[in-house]
């Protein structure tokens, strides 16, 4: 772990879940016959995209030379808004369906 340090840590979970995922989706592709798997590979791939524009948002917006807990509010802040940004950009559909659930709930 010493020369990625936490940076490593971050990057085998990602890896991890990433591969978990595509090996279960592989599982259940072959179990259900009749398995929109097009769309399903579709919206993983745009949320992938979402999620590194994010962390190059992240990334640059670490870069800042401020103190380091408002530096760190200000990665967080940029993080979410951008992912957020990022999915209605691609069009992820999950992202949407959220989106008119929380604008419907907060009407009743």
Known sequence: ???????????????????TFLVLFNMLNKRLKDFNAKEVRLSFVKIFLASLGMGLVCYFASRLQLNK????????????????????????????????????????
């Open 1 to 19: 772990m010493f020369p990625m340090k936490i940076a490593g840590l971050a990057l085998a979970t990602s890896l991890s879940g990433s591969i």
């Open 69 to 108: 807990y408002l530096n760190l509010i200000v990665s967080l802040s940029a993080g979410l808004i951008s992912y957020i940004a990022f999915c209605f950009i691609f069009r992820v559909h999950e992202m949407r369906e959220l989106w008119l659930w929380l604008s419907k709930r907060g009407r009743a």
